[in-house]
């Protein structure tokens, strides 16, 4: 299993960005894929999840203004990021939790938002 994240850049507020998490090594259709992120000094939190079927969760705070979704052809998930925050700053990671409740992370990319 092998989860790829690509796309964090510096970028200023309110500028957007678009994460993607390139996957392989298991049965993409099947599984939710999440997003999280840890800023300095911070317990890595959830940001977004998206289900098997397609449907989306999102942390209160990125409400309306993240959207996550799925290219199950490509075996891939994308996090889009607009009205970018200043405390969105964080290394941003792709989780797979596999059904015996094993979890694969990805290297993380890293985001910064400042003027």
């Known amino acids: 299993v092998q989860l790829v994240e690509s796309g964090g850049d510096l970028v200023q507020p309110g500028g957007s960005l678009r994460l993607s998490c390139a996957t392989s090594?298991?049965?993409?259709?099947?599984?939710?894929i999440g997003w999280f992120r840890q800023a300095p000094g911070k317990q890595r939190e959830p940001v977004s999840c998206i289900s098997s079927p397609g449907r989306t969760e999102y942390v209160n705070s990125v409400k309306g203004r993240f959207t996550i979704s799925r290219d199950n052809a490509k075996s891939t998930v994308y996090l889009q990021m607009n009205s970018l925050k200043p405390e969105d700053t964080a290394v941003y990671y792709c989780?797979?939790?596999?059904?015996?409740?094993?979890?694969?992370w990805g290297q993380g990319t890293q985001v910064t938002v400042s003027s």
């Open positions: 989780n797979l939790q596999m059904f015996d409740g094993y979890d694969y």
């Open positions: 090594g298991f049965a993409f259709d099947a599984y939710a």
